[in-house]
């Protein structure tokens, strides 16, 4: 959960956004009905350089084929259906489709990611600011949902 305590910022959580391990459609691993984090723990991963989230199933972290920060580089190596990715919903709900990705059906024990807006305490907000934040919450609804 997000526990921001800084006095002089105001925080509002807009949604959770949990955390999927992600293959490319045409993987094998799409068409597998039940997974475990565990049986994909030696397979080709596509993860950012820091530690991936996997560590925190208690399993060991998998194995990095290709480090990088690029969503286009990890993206194309996904959908080639030989690699795996971590992604958030929100990024696999505007994007999967596009990019050829899958969520694939593995329960991992990471909380979901809280989404929300951070403003500076007493601070004038431009209008154009304001609208946003009062939009904002309406716009991130059908986010909430399911992927």
Known sequence: MWDIKEDDLDTEILFEDPVFVVAGINS??????????KDLIGEAW????????AGASGLPIPHVAV????????????????????????????????????????????PPQPIGIVTLK?????????????????IAKPLMAKT
């Not at 094998?28 to 984090?37: I, M």
């Not at 795996?84 to 990024?91: C, E, I, N, R």
Request: with cysteine.
């Open 28 to 37: 094998r691993w799409t068409r597998g009905r039940k997974l475990a984090l």
């Open 46 to 53: 596509a993860l950012p350089p820091a530690d991936s989230n």
């Open 67 to 110: 480090a990088s920060y690029g969503h286009h580089l990890t993206n194309a190596l996904v959908s080639t259906g030989r690699f795996l990715t971590m992604l958030p919903g929100a990024y696999l709900k505007f994007n999967g489709k596009r990019f050829g990705l899958k969520a694939l059906p593995v329960k991992l024990s990471l």
């Open 122 to 138: 007493n601070r004038t907000l431009s209008p154009l600011a304001q609208l946003f934040i009062k939009c904002a919450p309406n």
